[in-house]
C-alpha cells in the first residue's frame, strides 16, 4: 500500500506560479511510476504530466508543455510538480498518482494506476 498527499494547492491570479508536492509513504517510493491528474468541473481526468522511477523520463500534455515541470526526489518520497505562467483553464483539482513498475515506462490512462491522492485544489483568477 501506498499513501499519498497532496500539497501546495490554492488561489493565484493568472501568469502566477505555484509548487504542488506529493509525499508518499508505504513501500518503496522509487519503485513508482508517478504522476498527476487533473480534473475541471464537469470534465473528466486527464493527465497532466508522469515521470518515471528515475526521473529519466517524462510525459507532458500538449497544454501544459513549456509551462509545467514535474520531479521528484526518490530521498525524500515526493514528486513536485512545479507550474508557471497559470492560465484559468489551469483551475481544477490535482490529483497525485503512482503506479508500480519500473524502468522507462509510465502509464497514461486513469486505470493504469493503482493509487490516488486526496487532490489538492488550484484556482487560477483572470
Known amino acids: 500500500q501506498v499513501q499519498l498527499v497532496e500539497s501546495g494547492g490554492g488561489l493565484v491570479q493568472a501568469g502566477g506560479s505555484l509548487r504542488l508536492s506529493c509525499a508518499a509513504s508505504g513501500r518503496a517510493f522509487s519503485s513508482y511510476a508517478m504522476g498527476w491528474f487533473r480534473q475541471a468541473p464537469g470534465k473528466e481526468r486527464v493527465l497532466v504530466t508522469a515521470?518515471?522511477?528515475?526521473?529519466?523520463?517524462?510525459y507532458y500534455a500538449d497544454s501544459v508543455k513549456g509551462r509545467f515541470t514535474i520531479s521528484r526526489d526518490n530521498a525524500k518520497n515526493t514528486v513536485y510538480l512545479q507550474m508557471n505562467s497559470l492560465k484559468p483553464e489551469d483551475t481544477a483539482v490535482y490529483y497525485c498518482?503512482?503506479?508500480?513498475?519500473?524502468?522507462?515506462?509510465?502509464?497514461?490512462?486513469?486505470?493504469?494506476?493503482?493509487?490516488w491522492g486526496q487532490g489538492t485544489q488550484v484556482t487560477v483568477s483572470s
Open positions: 498518482v503512482a503506479d508500480y513498475t519500473s524502468g522507462s515506462y509510465y502509464p497514461t490512462r486513469a486505470y493504469e494506476y493503482d493509487y
Open positions: 515521470i518515471n522511477w528515475s526521473g529519466s523520463n517524462t
